[in-house]
């Protein structure tokens, strides 16, 4: 059975940093990474890391936010620096690529 269960997220300034992560049993998956879905928009990716540490990051995020991951622990980091109102909504976790996997969400605010 496969479970992904996340921490961090909360309530902070625009400019400070957030920390969420992420930890993944059951099974083991080359990709992971981070969704977000804001009031009334749809999901998207925020960003992906593949097992050999290849990164995608959204547009929207790039040069401030940083994906990393332990394949030791099995677990998938974001770390949320420089942030912005619009950088408001609710965190997924997700692994896999055919058959995606979602943790249960966390959510960021970040007020201004």
């Known amino acids: 059975q496969v479970q992904l269960v996340e921490s961090g997220g909360g309530l902070v300034q625009a400019g400070g940093s957030l920390r969420l992560s992420c930890a993944v049993s059951?099974?083991?998956?080359?990709?992971m990474g981070w969704y977000r879905q804001a009031p009334g928009k749809q999901r998207e990716v925020v960003a992906h890391?593949?097992?050999?540490?290849?990164?995608y990051y959204a547009d929207s995020v790039k040069g401030r936010f940083a994906i990393s991951r332990d394949n030791a622990k099995n677990t998938v980091s974001l770390q949320m620096n420089s942030l912005k109102p619009e950088d408001t909504a609710v965190y997924y976790c997700?692994?896999?690529?055919?058959?995606?996997?979602w943790g249960q969400g966390t959510q960021v605010t970040v007020s201004s």
């Open positions: 059951g099974s083991i998956f080359s990709i």
């Open positions: 997700s692994a896999g690529a055919g058959t995606v996997y």
């Open positions: 890391i593949i097992s050999g540490g290849r990164t």
